[in-house]
């Protein structure tokens, strides 16, 4: 039972295991598509950061070589050509100023996203790790289960061999019960017919010396007959012989 208990706890840790993993995975491949979102937005951005750069630096040369066509005579243009030209210097210079900082943006972004990659790299590499070790878990409960169920049928094996050793021994220990009692029965018997036999020998011996003092007295009968029996004759002859 301990063993089973000990399984039952590791296959429950594999399966919160299995669950965790799988979240961790689930969150890894959200935090991947949202940085490949990200990294799509910044791409995005990164291109028309480029053709705003193309236009500001084509806008740019455009004032430059006007401004090298007026530089000597720009005090003698009207005023309002001045303003326009200072304006549009003015705006090519607030244009680069705000192109800079978006393509300072951007590579702060990009620095960010690399980083958060690095970062859900480790992880990944962690998630796979933590996988890796997870299947030694399973391979390491297999091993145990299969170990289990091997020594769970040398336990039922043994059980049942138990069982009819123990079903013997109940019939041996009945059977040899059975032969005492009829040991005991046959012995009390024998004890009774003994002393039977012995009642019968004393009455044989008691009868014997009746017969033997009942010759002894026909004997002596017999004799005492026979004395008178010859007297009797004697005194028949004396009586038949005259003097």
């Known amino acids: 039972l301990t063993a ?14 299995e669950q965790q993993l799988a979240e961790g995975e689930r969150q890894i491949q959200l935090g991947q598509q949202q940085l490949d979102e990200a990294r799509s937005n910044l791409d995005v951005q990164d291109k028309a950061l480029q053709e705003q750069e193309k236009a500001l630096a084509a806008r740019e040369a455009e ?17 309002a050509q001045q303003a326009l030209l200072t304006q549009a210097g003015s705006e090519i210079e607030a244009g680069k100023t705000a192109l800079n900082e978006a393509r300072a943006k951007i590579e702060a972004g990009k620095a960010e996203l690399e980083a958060n990659q690095a970062a859900l790299n480790v992880s990944k590499k962690t998630l796979a790790e ?20 091997k020594g769970l049928e040398k336990y039922e094996k043994g059980r049942e061999e138990y069982e009819t050793g123990l079903s013997e ?16 029965e046959g012995l009390s018997e024998y004890r009774n ?11 044989y011996e008691d009868g014997l ?11 002596t009968k017999i004799a ?20």
């Open 4 to 17: 089973k208990a000990t399984l039952d706890s590791s296959r429950l840790q594999l399966d919160e295991t």
């Open 193 to 203: 017919g003994l002393a039977r036999y012995n009642d019968g020998v004393a009455e």
């Open 209 to 219: 010396s009746e017969y033997e003092d009942g010759v002894r007295e026909f004997d």
């Open 63 to 79: 004032y430059n070589a006007q401004m090298a066509e007026t530089e000597d005579m720009f005090d003698m243009l009207p005023a």
């Open 130 to 149: 933590g996988k890796a070790e997870y299947q030694k878990g399973v391979q390491a409960y297999n091993d145990g289960y299969s170990e289990y169920q």
């Open 169 to 184: 021994y109940n019939d041996g220990k009945s059977q040899l019960e059975d032969g005492e009692k009829k040991y005991r």
């Open 224 to 243: 005492d007959a026979e004395k008178e029996i010859a007297d009797a004759k004697k005194e028949l002859n004396d009586i038949e012989k005259p003097d």
